[in-house]
Nanobody
């Protein structure tokens, strides 16, 4: 069983930065792939970024490539999402998810464990 808690969301102006954290319980966190997903108002949840446990490969949605960076600190059982050059279209609820998968890391059904989410609002 893994419990995930997100933090770091808030209100920021366009062009600004935020760093989200996903803190996990459990002693085997290092063997979990972690993904970030977001849901904008009136839209479906979409993939943002993921970091695979087996080789630390990172994956990004085209819309955030080169602006967002995902990283992990296994000693702290935490995954981070550094978000730079934020745009109003980045507004949404950001949720992290975890599971011991190596494939399909951009797909929501690949993840069993989910956090409650943190709100990110980017004003123009």
């Amino acid at each position: 069983q893994v419990q995930l808690v997100e933090s770091g969301g808030g209100l920021v102006q366009a062009g600004g930065s935020l760093r989200l954290s996903c803190a996990a319980s459990g002693r085997t966190f290092s063997r979990y792939t972690v993904g970030w997903f977001r849901q904008a108002p009136g839209k479906e949840r979409e993939f943002v970024a993921a970091i695979r446990w087996s080789d630390s490969s990172t994956f990004y949605a085209d819309s955030v490539e080169e602006r967002f960076t995902i990283s992990r600190d296994n000693a702290k059982n935490t995954v981070y999402l550094q978000m730079n050059s934020l745009k109003p279209t980045d507004t949404g609820i950001y949720s992290c998810a975890a599971d011991s998968v190596r494939f399909g890391v951009t797909l929501m059904p690949s993840y069993q464990y989910w956090g409650q989410g943190t709100q990110v609002t980017v004003s123009s």
